[in-house]
């Protein structure tokens, strides 16, 4: 049911304690608004550039020294070098999963279904605090670097995410590590642009693609966009891209260990194949219908069971990955290095701890295992050897099959454990070796054609990210960018455009799948067709509204509130003439706050009326903001004395004045279209009119500064 | 005043004839439908690729003629040579005006501004018209030819809409080329979509930008996006590829004369500048100073006059052009060839009629003339002479100020005839030329670095194009499709940065100050500020509301329909008790197809009752449709005899029984955002409602399959 998660509220409220803050604001309040978002924007790129530096740093460091020690050691012991590579693997895996379960459950996972639903509207608990972003920090270090088969790139749009919340609200409050000057932007509407950069920030960061990432933010996580939104969040992914490079220009002299070789460009294929041929394109559609496939039949479990089951399970997954990655390169045999180009720069077998091609594992001097060269070694370098050009024959179709059923299971398995989780690594490499198998098979039929094994790689990895998340646009500059090859644009576009819809014709994207999974009820952008012939009325039901009156005595609310858990409940007015009438709309957290601060309590159960003067507002505008991923107030946190019980309540002044109200014979599609463009919460269905006050229409609304 | 334009309707009117509509359609045709969507999207892709590969040929075979004839006749004479180029220029740019004046004025300027206010919901006469195409295609052929100061780029997106357009009516009405299969797609909600995908597809045509066109389509041109369109727009931009790459294969053979050298890449300088230093920060954000006021300074005029003083006026630009560009090389000294590296492949000078660097010219055996480099010569190849790198020292200061002085003077001009005119290469042209400035004398200060002057005429490009239209992903995905150069976006996102918000610093974009010369009423994505403290009710003022009665006579209706000129009225009926309530609202055109078409008028005052079984329509949907960009039905079309007057009719099975509505306090701030997001064109302000009929909340959308 749905009832664990809440709806966020995204309305402007407008009544009076909103007026009154909005008329107190002079023009330097505004120029100093419009100057903190831009602040909190470049704030929200250093931290999600640095945050992601710090993982990578951190990642390559451990990998690198796991793989050395392990090499060294089995130059003398086989069992002795596996034991240890075991047990670091299952340390860092434990680390994570511990973190998980003790300190930050909301961490585990990917995180992008639960940002997804926070800006569709739907708050799960706990998802942008500040512990959820330690949790996932170091959690993801702890996963990415044990060798589990995810990756890092889903969690670090989380951490964006929660940086961008964090910043948003000044700080941590339970950490009390707050700046008053920041903390301007306390509705959930403002949240939302912020949480917005920081999905962008975090993919801009993951794959040093910050067009990809504005890309990502708009077409796979907002439901909702503006276009004075897209120049701050580009803003965002200008910086973190400035940022990463800078962190990474000062890493290249080797302070960060590991970290620092390569450029910008992650799995750089600028010099790979320039050009294509039209017998090509028919492999490569059948690449688009392999990635559409395979995602549709991968499967997403969830984990639900108890913390220690969870981390048992984990345990065991961390193993079976340490012995599958360890054993399987093992019965391999080695193969003989090819006769090396001295210019391409590839060395075989590559030295022990580097980057490249051709990894040695337990073979001989000139010998290198082409299965390890993907299985022992970190998952970065894995695809980096799967997209490479000018390696043809390097890897045996049996390896590539071999790893593509094992990663692929692994992948399943792991996938859902209580660690943080990234679908995009593991994605493409079951889409790369796939797609080199593909590659081989191409290269060996058409021998007069100049073709590239590395192509087919990346455009099966393309292929499985399309048909698992369904993006378009942002997974093409995204592949783009992350291999510097703009030439194979079309080719990559014709593998998604099949992928996806061959993925489209059997279930929904990945996404929205774990959404449904971890009870997010997301709204789609499309409504479904039936509703055409349902009304608001019908939808609503038969169901008795509960209102309140515009004056309640505050035993009366105190029962109206428990007798159900509404959020938001018409008020109703007598008029003169004794005809009720609906003046707005009040929200459960609003009343609430009001019933727990008691300084609106009166005696009388006369309304407040406007020959007194104004309305004496009481609170700060802040005191209503539902804290972030909280639950906020509850009916049981109120605690009134019999006295109070006795007193009224006023609440003109406190609701929103000005709801959204649609007739009730309009079709449930029209309606959907309404809540869902507009992100909101409630929606009062009413009668029609018995008259009309005015018409709106464009000439209005054309106002002259 | 805005009385020449009038408002499209994008709202779903869920008349009887609707519903009647929609209950016939079953899984079939929803099945037909979207296979309709898709082919209408390959469709456009083609058609537009095809239209641009044709400009193309036509323009670069007019233009290498036309230089090669006159750099055979300037071996024996100046002055003939000088007659025969005026003359050529000439003959081109008088043919484009005549066209479009005596035949398609609406395909004058640039056509985005127009296409822009479609989607925003603003109808232009005659923009989307099948002579309009037409005038288009060879208007900007002629204009381009002529080697005036504008470009075809803008044109193209034109054409993408029109064609979009026409594809979607099953083409034109007027010429009887109608297919019937196609034409499902009547309503201009639809249509939108339809102009959607065909402006993505002329950017990616016109720059052979794929990605580019999609993020154009929604940042700059689009108000209103759903991520469902997203994917098809995609699609045509893809097929667009596609065509053009095939086309540009087909033409490598030497099939189309001048055209088909060169790659899809249009200005490939992915051999220039890999990296760059923290020193060149500074200049580089100085071109995007210069950038953002160089295109604040820049005037648009609108020349308003007969149509005899704008021929007059073009041939007067068209001219000072010729004598310009011809005679100001003619003073400049030639220089002598660098020592060429035969590596490089860059000839000096290039032989007349190809392509490349290094204008001869008038000029001796191993000398170029630098100014002719750019000036006499077509405008893609200056940009790629200006752009190119290894070329350090071609140009001389000189040469680029007076081209900068000189060019800049004629693009102001020359905009604003009655020539098809796009503003994109002008733009590019005139930064790249001051970038190129910046870029010599960053080489001698920093004399040790490794620049290139390309890249900074590259950076000046995206600040002028930054700074004028305001874009920023598009512009900067656009930058990097047309010079595959991956390496520089964050270079060109920090001069776009810094140029937009200069230049917004100052005034609005290109394309919202064209749309007001032109009159047409965009509404921008954000609601000013003030709109916060005006009520929907004031914003309406006091005027009187037109209604009609659910059962009206003829006569009066016709009196109304004259005695104002809105566009919608709301209907109200009586209840039994006697009260008056507001059934729907009837729109103006509906109202004139009723009275023309008789058939619905009855002789009884009496509404139609549902007791006497379901409301018989005696119209089909399409008939309600306004044609395209085109004025409709107007008062004065009706005759209706004395005895029709005396009829009546009964409007419920027509109105629209569903409007929007909001409450009469709400704040204009609110109204705006509806009435923007939904791309409304009426919106009925009402008195609170005297109660609720029921709730929606998100449980209530959340309906199964
Ligand atoms: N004040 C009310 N009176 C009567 N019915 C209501 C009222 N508010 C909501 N409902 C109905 O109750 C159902 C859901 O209740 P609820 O208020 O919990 O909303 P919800 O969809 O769970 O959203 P939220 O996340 O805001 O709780 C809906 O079907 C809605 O029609
Ligand atoms: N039925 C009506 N009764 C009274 N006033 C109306 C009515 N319809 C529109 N108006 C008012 O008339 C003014 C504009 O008139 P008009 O109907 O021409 O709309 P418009 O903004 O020009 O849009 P369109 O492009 O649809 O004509 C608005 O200020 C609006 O408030
Ligand atoms: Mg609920
Ligand atoms: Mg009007």
Redesign the interface.
């Known amino acids: 049911d ?1 009832s664990a998660v809440e ?1 966020l509220d995204y309305e ?1 409220i ?1 009544n009076c304690a909103y007026r009154q803050e ?1 008329a107190k604001r002079g023009k330097i309040f ?1 120029a100093y608004t419009i100057l903190v978002k831009w602040i909190l924007a470049s704030l929200i790129g250093t931290g999600t550039a640095l945050a992601a530096v710090f993982i990578n740093i951190s990642v390559e460091n451990f990998a690198g020294w796991k793989y050395s020690l392990t090499f060294n050691i089995i130059q003398k012991s086989y069992f002795a070098g596996f034991l240890v590579y075991m047990l670091i693997n299952l340390a860092l895996v434990l680390s994570s999963a511990c973190i998980i379960t003790q300190f930050a459950p909301a961490a585990a996972g990917s995180g992008i279904p639960e940002i997804k639903g926070y800006l569709n ?2 708050d799960t608990h706990g998802i942008l605090l500040f512990r959820t972003l330690i949790g996932k920090i170091f959690g993801s270090i702890g996963s990415v670097g044990g060798g589990l088969a995810l990756g890092k790139e889903g969690p670090l749009v989380h951490i964006g995410a929660c940086i961008a919340s964090l910043l948003g609200q000044g700080g941590s409050t339970k950490y009390h590590l707050r700046s008053r000057w920041l903390q301007i932007f306390t509705s959930e509407r403002d949240r939302r642009d912020l949480v917005t950069c920081g999905c962008a920030a975090g993919v801009a960061a993951a794959f040093r693609s ?2 990809g990432g ?2 990502f933010a ?2 796979e996580v907002t439901s909702w ?4 939104l ?2 701050r969040v ?2 965002t ?2 910086i973190v ?2 940022v990463v ?1 800078s962190a990474m220009g000062w890493c290249k002299s080797g302070k960060c260990g590991h970290f620092g070789d390569g450029g ?2 992650i799995w750089d294929i ?1 010099g790979g194949q320039e050009d294509y041929s039209f017998q090509e394109l028919l492999p490569m559609a059948v690449i688009g219908v392999i990635g559409g496939l395979l995602a549709y039949w991968r499967r997403n479990y969830l984990h639900k069971r108890g913390n220690r089951v969870k981390v048992v399970e984990v345990c065991i997954v961390s193993v079976i990955t340490s012995v599958i990655s360890f054993g399987l390169p093992l019965f391999k045999k080695c193969t003989p290095c090819p006769d090396t180009d001295a210019n391409s720069g590839i060395e075989c077998p590559r030295r022990p701890g580097m980057y490249g091609n051709y990894v040695n594992f337990y073979c001989g001097e000139k010998e290198y295992n082409d299965l390890a060269t993907i299985f022992f070694n970190t998952q970065d370098d894995a695809i980096r050897n799967l997209f490479s050009a000018k390696t043809i024959h390097e890897f045996s179709a049996q390896s590539l099959l071999t790893f593509l059923v094992m990663f692929y299971s692994l992948a399943v398995v792991t996938f859902g454990t209580a660690v943080p989780a990234g679908q995009f690594v593991p994605g493409i490499m079951i889409g790369s070796t796939y797609g080199r198998l593909v590659g081989m098979f191409v290269v060996s039929v058409y021998q007069k054609l100049n073709i590239e094994e590395g192509t087919y790689a990346l455009l099966g990895a393309a292929s499985f990210l399309g048909g698992s998340m369904r993006m ?2 942002s997974l ?2 995204i592949m ?2 992350i291999t ?1 090859n ?2 194979l ?2 080719l990559i ?2 593998v998604l ?1 099949i992928s ?1 819809a061959v993925g489209d014709a059997f279930n929904e994207g990945l996404y929205e799948e774990q959404a449904r999974l971890r009870g997010i ?1 997301l ?1 789609e ?2 409504p ?7 009304t ?2 019908e ?3 038969n ?1 008795q ?1 509960v ?1 309140f009156p515009r004056v309640v005595k505050v035993m009366d609310a105190l029962s109206i509130l428990k007798s159900n858990n ?3 409940f ?1 008020v ?1 007015d007598h008029t003169r003439s004794g ?5 707005g709309l009040i929200l459960r957290s609003h009343l609430l706050v009001l019933l727990q601060s008691k300084v609106d309590f009166q005696h009388s159960p006369l309304p407040f009326s406007s020959r007194d003067g104004p309305i004496p507002i009481r609170h700060n505008l802040t005191e209503f903001v539902k804290p972030v991923s909280s639950k906020g107030l509850s009916i049981h946190d109120i605690h009134l004395t019999p006295d109070d019980l006795e007193m009224y309540i006023d609440l003109a002044p406190f609701l929103n ?22 992100g909101l ?23 002259e ?1």
Chains 1, 2 share one sequence.
């Open positions: 749905g709806s402007v407008e909005q505004r509207g739907i910050p067009v504005v890309l708009l077409e966009w503006r276009s004075q897209m120049w580009f803003f992914s200008a891209a400035v490079r910008f460009i600028s378009t646009v093409c500059v783009v960018e510097n703009l030439k644009l079309p576009m014709l455009l996806k009820p709204l952008s499309r479904k067709y039936q509703m055409r012939n349902i608001a009325k939808a609503c039901g169901k509204v209102y509404h959020n938001g018409p109703i005809e009720t009438l609906v003046i004045p000005s709801p959204y109200v649609v007739p009730e014979d309009m079709s449930l599609t029209k309606v959907y279209n309404l809540f869902r463009q507009l919460r409630h929606l009062l269905v009413v009668p029609h009119a018995s008259r009309v006050v005015g018409m709106i229409t464009r000439k209005d609304l054309l106002i500064d």
